[in-house]
């Protein structure tokens, strides 16, 4: 049998010191609850995840989740085998199984299906693995260091799954010429004789191995002050994090540190190495979120006021007319305005709230429609298979063997019932252009939104949100399931700058495909919610799944483009004006 090729060892990765702390610290101490590694391709991510298997017990597994993994293969399932030939219902052990007291990696977890987010989430938490499905009720341990690593450019992840996480680090790519040379001479020698490499590197991972063997033997003797409990307290709530996590988990980690140094008491040295591991994906302090507002506010100065410099328009008097001022408005590209707060301001007239819920109801059907129908016959007694209205694509095999008595080959086939609510995600496409402003439309926009959220909330289905203004697009909310009040969120959100649609669609198209990629059978309602005040109409193109155009332009002379916006996209056009 061929020999498999040695991972390349912890010791030997340049670099990234923040990434092996954190690692090494989860070696001593699983209960810190994993690390969430996000950098871009090629700052060694994966190569530190795996090089983590070597330093661990030899009885620790570490398991790798790839991202086909279906259900089955995550929780366990029936031993088919076990049926056919046995007559027995047997549990058969999935990933979760092979993972306790190890590490589940999981590579580009932001790409991770929502269900497998939400088990893993689950089991995470209890530290049991309980399966009740096909007729089998069992349940296991499965306690595991969670580690995942993701690329940002390719989705954000979900913050439920975020939050789990222990620690989180950022890494770059800004390497020094020097460093760069000699990480190039590394993985150069590696691949020129991988096991001569990970010999040399032997006794510095010997070593290392020892260190955290002793630290873990001295964690249950390290000892924290009320003082430096306290002022873990005082930093969390100063960072403005949600619920009491970080708190414990700092702890954790301050103590672990402390035995990492060898000591038996926990030192404010301990509490600073360890804080940016802590907050760094849970830190809301407002200070920071002000300063991007400010700053995203200041990068588009220079070009809104070229934009307005060569307007044919001169400064309208206060008796200029209303039609005067809105081409005046339109020609500068509101530039010149600040970014402004509105408050949401739900509309009274509800006839387009029941317009919005019967397009919302139209029945969306995915392009790719091959596995609804295997034959075209129906009834059980068809020779071919035919999937119910609210099945998935799943066989539940258990049921198929009950409604076949055992037979084999079977002749009808049982399928799993479809998750309320889990294919469908309602992307909302906000504008937050300056043209927003005027009359309260940005506000009656975020009173739209709180609406399709509220119905997004209700049928259990995803959200995410994407805004469009300022000369950029960004995602404010990632792809999540909808939260149940957005209020206090909304309330934050700034309008101001120019309306960069073109650069809206194609970053969607974008980010719907990588969707696909991952779940080809999400289904896609996107809300855009705009006043049409564009420069151009963009070329013809469709977005996937369903598409609704909200017009929340208030004039009495209109200047939007919304119904050619809308003809452009094949959207459904609805105007809150009438």
């Given at each position: 049998m061929q020999r498999l090729q040695p991972e390349f060892p912890f010791c030997a990765v340049k670099g990234q010191q923040p990434f092996k702390l954190a690692l090494i610290l989860n070696a001593i101490n699983?209960?810190?609850?994993?690390?969430?590694?996000?950098?871009?391709?090629?700052?060694?991510?994966?190569?530190l995840a795996r090089g983590l298997a070597d330093l661990l017990p030899e009885t620790s597994q570490f398991v790798?989740?790839?991202?086909?993994?279906?259900e089955d293969m995550l929780i366990g399932t029936l031993d088919l085998q076990s049926v056919l030939k046995e007559k027995k219902v047997k549990f058969n052990p999935g990933i979760?199984?092979?993972?306790?007291?190890?590490?589940?990696?999981?590579?580009?977890v932001n790409l991770l299906n929502d269900n497998l987010v939400d088990m893993i989430l689950d089991v995470s938490q209890s530290g049991i693995n309980q399966v009740e499905r096909d007729g089998i009720s069992h349940s296991h341990e499965s306690r595991f260091i969670l580690l995942g690593t993701m690329n940002p450019d390719e989705g954000e992840i979900r913050p439920q799954l975020q939050d789990r996480f222990g620690f989180s680090v950022e890494l770059n790519e800004q390497y020094s010429i020097s460093d760069r040379v000699a990480i190039v001479q590394l993985r150069e020698a590696y691949d020129n004789d991988c096991v001569s490499f990970v010999e040399q590197f032997k006794p510095a991972q010997e070593t290392l191995k020892q260190r955290i063997f002793n630290a873990t033997t001295l964690l249950c003797q390290v000892s924290c002050s009320e003082a430096l409990r306290e002022k873990i307290a005082i930093f969390c709530h100063e960072e403005n994090v949600d619920g009491l996590r970080a708190d414990i988990i700092w702890y954790r980690a301050a103590v672990t540190h402390a035995a990492w140094c060898d000591r038996t008491e926990v030192t404010e040295e301990d509490l600073l190495a360890v804080k940016?591991?802590?907050l760094n994906h849970r830190s809301n302090s407002p200070s920071e979120s002000d300063g991007n507002a400010n700053s995203g506010s200041n990068s588009n100065s220079n070009s809104d006021s070229n934009a307005s410099s060569g307007n044919s328009f001169s400064r309208p008097p206060v008796e200029q007319s209303e039609q005067q001022t809105e081409l005046s408005a339109e020609s500068s590209d509101w530039g010149g305005m600040q970014p402004e707060a509105q408050s949401a301001v739900l509309c009274t007239d509800s006839s387009w709230i029941d317009n919005l819920k019967q397009k919302q109801n139209a029945q969306i059907v995915p392009e790719k429609t091959k596995w609804n129908t295997f034959s075209k016959l129906k009834?059980?007694?068809?020779?071919?298979?035919?999937?119910?209205?609210?099945e998935s694509p799943k066989v539940s095999w258990f049921q198929t063997m009950l409604a076949n008595m055992g037979q084999w080959p079977p002749t009808v086939l049982r399928y799993k019932r479809e998750a309320s609510g889990q294919g469908i995600l309602n992307l909302i496409l906000l504008d937050t252009s300056a043209s927003t402003i005027k009359n309260k439309q940005f506000a009656n926009a975020k009173g739209v939104v709180l609406n399709i959220a509220k119905q997004a909330y209700l049928d259990r289905q995803q959200l995410s949100v994407f805004a469009f203004g300022c000369q950029k697009v960004e995602q404010l909310l990632p792809r999540q399931k909808s939260p149940k009040n957005l209020l206090s969120w909304l309330e934050q959100i700034k309008a101001g700058g120019g309306t960069p649609l073109k650069q809206l669609l194609e970053v969607v198209k974008n980010y719907q495909q990588k969707m696909l990629i991952n779940t080809p059978w999400l289904l896609f309602r996107t809300f855009l919610i705009t006043d049409g005040r564009v420069r151009c109409v963009p070329e013809q193109q469709r977005l996937s799944g369903q598409t609704l155009l909200i017009d929340i332009e208030k004039s009495s002379i209109r200047r939007g483009k919304g119904q050619l916006i809308a003809r452009s996209l094949a959207a459904e056009y609805i105007s809150l004006s009438g």
């Amino acid at each position: 049998m061929q020999r498999l090729q040695p991972e390349f060892p912890f010791c030997a990765v340049k670099g990234q010191q923040p990434f092996k702390l954190a690692l090494i610290l989860n070696a001593i101490n699983p209960s810190i609850g994993g690390v969430l590694v996000s950098g871009p391709r090629g700052s060694a991510k994966s190569t530190l995840a795996r090089g983590l298997a070597d330093l661990l017990p030899e009885t620790s597994q570490f398991v790798n989740l790839p991202l086909s993994t279906t259900e089955d293969m995550l929780i366990g399932t029936l031993d088919l085998q076990s049926v056919l030939k046995e007559k027995k219902v047997k549990f058969n052990p999935g990933i979760l199984a092979k993972a306790h007291r190890g590490v589940l990696y999981i590579d580009e977890v932001n790409l991770l299906n929502d269900n497998l987010v939400d088990m893993i989430l689950d089991v995470s938490q209890s530290g049991i693995n309980q399966v009740e499905r096909d007729g089998i009720s069992h349940s296991h341990e499965s306690r595991f260091i969670l580690l995942g690593t993701m690329n940002p450019d390719e989705g954000e992840i979900r913050p439920q799954l975020q939050d789990r996480f222990g620690f989180s680090v950022e890494l770059n790519e800004q390497y020094s010429i020097s460093d760069r040379v000699a990480i190039v001479q590394l993985r150069e020698a590696y691949d020129n004789d991988c096991v001569s490499f990970v010999e040399q590197f032997k006794p510095a991972q010997e070593t290392l191995k020892q260190r955290i063997f002793n630290a873990t033997t001295l964690l249950c003797q390290v000892s924290c002050s009320e003082a430096l409990r306290e002022k873990i307290a005082i930093f969390c709530h100063e960072e403005n994090v949600d619920g009491l996590r970080a708190d414990i988990i700092w702890y954790r980690a301050a103590v672990t540190h402390a035995a990492w140094c060898d000591r038996t008491e926990v030192t404010e040295e301990d509490l600073l190495a360890v804080k940016a591991l802590v907050l760094n994906h849970r830190s809301n302090s407002p200070s920071e979120s002000d300063g991007n507002a400010n700053s995203g506010s200041n990068s588009n100065s220079n070009s809104d006021s070229n934009a307005s410099s060569g307007n044919s328009f001169s400064r309208p008097p206060v008796e200029q007319s209303e039609q005067q001022t809105e081409l005046s408005a339109e020609s500068s590209d509101w530039g010149g305005m600040q970014p402004e707060a509105q408050s949401a301001v739900l509309c009274t007239d509800s006839s387009w709230i029941d317009n919005l819920k019967q397009k919302q109801n139209a029945q969306i059907v995915p392009e790719k429609t091959k596995w609804n129908t295997f034959s075209k016959l129906k009834g059980h007694n068809a020779r071919g298979f035919r999937k119910g209205k609210n099945e998935s694509p799943k066989v539940s095999w258990f049921q198929t063997m009950l409604a076949n008595m055992g037979q084999w080959p079977p002749t009808v086939l049982r399928y799993k019932r479809e998750a309320s609510g889990q294919g469908i995600l309602n992307l909302i496409l906000l504008d937050t252009s300056a043209s927003t402003i005027k009359n309260k439309q940005f506000a009656n926009a975020k009173g739209v939104v709180l609406n399709i959220a509220k119905q997004a909330y209700l049928d259990r289905q995803q959200l995410s949100v994407f805004a469009f203004g300022c000369q950029k697009v960004e995602q404010l909310l990632p792809r999540q399931k909808s939260p149940k009040n957005l209020l206090s969120w909304l309330e934050q959100i700034k309008a101001g700058g120019g309306t960069p649609l073109k650069q809206l669609l194609e970053v969607v198209k974008n980010y719907q495909q990588k969707m696909l990629i991952n779940t080809p059978w999400l289904l896609f309602r996107t809300f855009l919610i705009t006043d049409g005040r564009v420069r151009c109409v963009p070329e013809q193109q469709r977005l996937s799944g369903q598409t609704l155009l909200i017009d929340i332009e208030k004039s009495s002379i209109r200047r939007g483009k919304g119904q050619l916006i809308a003809r452009s996209l094949a959207a459904e056009y609805i105007s809150l004006s009438g």
